[in-house]
Nanobody
Framework: QVQLVESGGGLVQPGGSLRLSCAAS????????MGWYRQAAAKERELVAQ???????TYADPVKGRSTISRDIFEKTVYLQMNSLKPEDTAVYYC?????????WGQGTQVTVSS
C-alpha cells in the first residue's frame, strides 16, 4: 500500500516562501512520476509541478520561475519550494504519485497566502 504524507503548508504573506514536503512509504523510484497538484476553493484540481523517475521536471505556467520541485531519494521525499507567493496560490496542495496507470494521493496540506 502506498502512503504519501504532506507537510509544510501554512499561512504566509504575499511575497513569502514555503517548502512543502511529501514523504512516500516506498522508494520514489517505484513511481513513474511524482508531483504536486493544488485545488483552490470552487476550482478544479490542477498540476503545479512534476518530477519523473529520471529527474525530468515539469511546471505549470502560473508557478514557473517561482517554484522548484526536487527529491531526496534516500529520504523518499519530494519537495516543492515556492517563492514569491501570491494570494492566488492559496489552495490545498496534494502530493501525487503515478504508477502503472494508477494515481496515489496524499491527504493534502493547506497553503494560504494573505496579509
Amino acid at each position: 500500500q502506498v502512503q504519501l504524507v504532506e507537510s509544510g503548508g501554512g499561512l504566509v504573506q504575499p511575497g513569502g516562501s514555503l517548502r512543502l514536503s511529501c514523504a512516500a512509504s516506498k522508494t520514489i523510484f517505484t513511481f513513474e512520476d511524482m508531483g504536486w497538484y493544488r485545488q483552490a476553493a470552487a476550482k478544479e484540481r490542477e498540476l503545479v509541478a512534476q518530477i519523473s523517475n529520471t529527474g525530468r521536471t515539469t511546471y505549470a505556467d502560473p508557478v514557473k520561475g517561482r517554484s522548484t520541485i526536487s527529491r531526496d531519494i534516500f529520504e523518499k521525499t519530494v519537495y516543492l519550494q515556492m517563492n514569491s507567493l501570491k494570494p492566488e496560490d492559496t489552495a490545498v496542495y496534494y502530493c501525487n504519485a503515478k504508477k502503472n496507470g494508477d494515481d496515489y494521493w496524499g491527504q493534502g496540506t493547506q497553503v494560504t497566502v494573505s496579509s
